[in-house]
């Protein structure tokens, strides 16, 4: 099937700085990228949906100017953490559509000092 | 408005014994209901979805679920646990066509007991 890949697969960095997660579809062009943030033992929250070419569309509460999505070709989108904090700690998962499944990558785990 | 609760944040079940995983949403309009299963260090992967065709829906590696109403359900089962199906376990629901946002549920780990 459909492979989805995200690098890297967990960092840890000190407050302050900004950490850039990338989300590659193998083999096949996305269109369209949905990035999910996951705190523990909560659910897939939807952060925001980037489109190839235009910019991204952020759900209710998420600060736009934090969390910075670039999808500028249909094999990469990447999720910048500006000025992280360690109430950004999380795992974070991208997934895109491919007819009516959606595929993940495997999530990147971040942790901020 | 759509929301999905997992019943259940672990499970343990014996090795052969029934696996049961309980997922209840909550739509204004007929749903799309998915079961994804995630690995440790994988991606999520999808096991079976309704998507308002056959109630009972059959996935991969032996797991199915059912789709009611009445009870706004969808639970997931198995005959028969396998080692191999220790995993934590997605329902999610999409009632927002046309932008294949999916919703999801709390997640519910999966433990087999040899």
């Known amino acids: 099937g459909a492979v989805v890949s995200q690098h890297p697969s967990r960092v840890i960095c000190k407050s302050g700085t900004s950490v850039k997660i990338e989300c590659r579809s193998l083999?096949?062009?996305?269109?369209?990228m949905f990035w999910y943030r996951q705190f523990p033992k909560q659910s897939l929250m939807l952060m925001a949906t980037?489109?190839?070419?235009?910019?991204?569309?952020?759900e209710q509460g998420v600060e736009k100017d934090k969390f910075l999505i670039n999808h500028a070709s249909l094999t990469l989108s990447t999720l910048t953490v500006t000025s992280a904090h360690p109430e950004d700690s999380s795992f974070y998962i991208c997934?895109?559509?491919?007819?009516?499944?959606?595929?993940f990558g495997p999530g990147t785990r971040l942790l901020v000092l | 408005a759509q929301s999905v609760t997992q019943l259940g944040s672990h499970v343990s079940v014996s090795e052969g014994a029934l696996v049961l995983l309980r997922c209840n949403y909550s739509?204004?309009?007929?749903?799309?209901l998915f079961w994804y299963v995630q690995y440790p260090n994988q991606g999520l992967q999808l096991l079976l979805k309704?998507?308002?065709?056959?109630?009972l829906v059959k996935g991969i590696n032996g797991f199915e679920a059912e789709f009611k109403k009445s009870e706004t359900s969808f639970h997931l089962t198995k005959p028969s646990a396998h080692m191999s199906d220790a995993a934590e376990y997605f329902c999610?629901?999409?009632?927002?066509?046309?932008?294949?946002?999916?919703?999801f549920g709390t997640g519910t780990r999966l433990t087999i007991i040899p």
């Open positions: 309704y998507t308002s065709a056959a109630t």
């Open positions: 739509s204004s309009v007929p749903p799309y």
């Open positions: 980037s489109n190839e070419g235009s910019k991204a569309t952020y």
């Open positions: 997934s895109t559509p491919l007819g009516e499944t959606q595929y």
């Open positions: 083999d096949f062009q996305a269109t369209t």
């Open positions: 999610a629901v999409n009632a927002d066509f046309g932008n294949e946002k999916l919703t």
